[in-house]
């Protein structure tokens, strides 16, 4: 057994220390990255905050709201390939540039795969997701999804460690998603007392991807706007978000009235209700991970991401970043033991 004691933070640690700026107001900022992808060398341009590939956040009408606003979706993997062809239909055609199809790594998910790609060869974008990506397997699956579809951007993850983020690297991934155990309806550090503060998490794992010419994704924990900032403050080219984009007319999640009050249930990808949905049960050789909850109905999407770029641009003009590129050379984090001012919450 062996204790590591450098204190690892996560967003609620640290606050940004604020620097002299020439920047007037925070429409001055641009919040548009480009980035091109080591293995494809494929190019994207766009404002690298994704919608997580949940049943209940990812969907179809998700990605549509969300591409206005030049942000991106990772779509959840329950779809048919039916519901696709549907979906590309009808969508306009520039979709493609801002939807990830996402998979597990089973065998019936690469044939899947191989078939949606197959059928809509103008789709570009692959996140591999499992809920432990330290896995030999995972590794060995992300090695033979890059050596069948070499124009493909595969996203993989989740791992916490920069050795992890090299691996996948090297394996085939152009950008790695790091964060485990931080979600809104995560459980794992209950069940199993794994996990890894996320804005650590990000800085190690920034650092790694960014030796080698590949980029991460923060995933999971952001609650705010402010945590949003923090998370490319630390060093993440793209953050996905679960619980913020929850609640809306986009997201999925069944519409309860109560009292008077609307709500849209929310619920963790490995909770009892997801397992229940998309595979009839909890396997007994496992336990839940994932939490089921009700969010307060929030209407469109439209302004929740106004809210959230508003906040990132306004952290920005705190630190005088013209850029979100530039975000993370002018931060300087300090640890704090407070965060705001609680006495008119409920
Ligand atoms: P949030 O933005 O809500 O804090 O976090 C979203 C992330 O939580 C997702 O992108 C995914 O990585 C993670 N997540 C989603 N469902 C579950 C679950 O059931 N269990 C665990 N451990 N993590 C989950």
């Known amino acids: 057994m062996r204790i590591e004691y450098d204190v690892k933070l996560g967003f609620k640690d640290v606050m940004f220390r604020p620097k002299r700026s020439t920047l ?3 429409s001055m900022v641009s919040m548009e990255r480009t980035f091109t992808f080591m293995h494809t060398g494929k ?22 709201a969300l591409q206005k606003h030049q942000l991106f979706t990772a779509i959840h993997k329950h779809y048919s390939l039916e519901q696709w062809e549907g979906f590309l239909q009808n ?4 979709i493609v540039d801002s939807i990830a199809v996402s998979t597990g790594t089973g065998e019936n998910d690469s044939k899947k795969v191989d078939e949606l790609f197959k059928r809509h060869p103008q789709l570009k974008f692959l996140c591999i997701d499992v809920a432990n990506g330290y896995s030999e397997h995972f590794v060995h699956y992300v090695n033979a999804t890059r050596e069948r ?16 983020v090299e691996e996948l690297l090297l394996a085939g991934a152009d950008i790695v998603k790091v964060g485990i155990g931080p979600g809104s309806v995560c459980t794992t550090r209950i069940k199993t007392g794994v996990g890894y503060p ?8 920034a650092d790694a991807a960014h030796g080698l010419g590949g980029q991460i994704i923060s995933d999971g924990g952001c609650t705010t706007p402010g945590d949003v900032s923090k998370a490319f403050g630390g060093g993440a ?23 008077g009050k609307k709500y849209r249930e929310f619920y963790g990808m490995s909770s009892a209700t997801a397992m229940d949905k998309h595979v009839g049960g909890v396997a007994n050789y496992r336990a839940s991970e994932g939490k089921t909850v009700r969010v307060p109905y929030r209407g469109p999407v439209d302004e929740t991401v106004l809210d959230i770029l508003g906040g990132v641009r306004s952290t920005c003009t705190y630190v005088g970043a013209s850029k979100l590129k530039e975000l993370t050379k002018r931060t300087t984090f300090i640890r704090v033991e407070e965060q705001e001012n609680q006495v008119y919450n409920d």
């Open 149 to 164: 579809h070499p124009e493909i951007v595969i996203m993989a993850g989740n791992v916490v460690t920069g050795e992890m």
């Open 43 to 64: 190019t994207w341009t766009g404002i690298p905050v994704m919608a997580a590939n949940m049943d209940t956040v990812g969907t179809f009408e998700m990605a549509l």
């Open 24 to 26: 007037k107001s925070r």
């Open 91 to 94: 969508a306009p055609e520039e």
């Open 237 to 259: 080219d793209f953050v996905m978000l679960g619980g913020m984009f929850a609640g809306h007319n986009e997201s999925g999640g069944e519409l309860i009235d109560k009292n």
């Open 198 to 205: 996320q804005l650590s998490a990000v800085v190690e794992c």
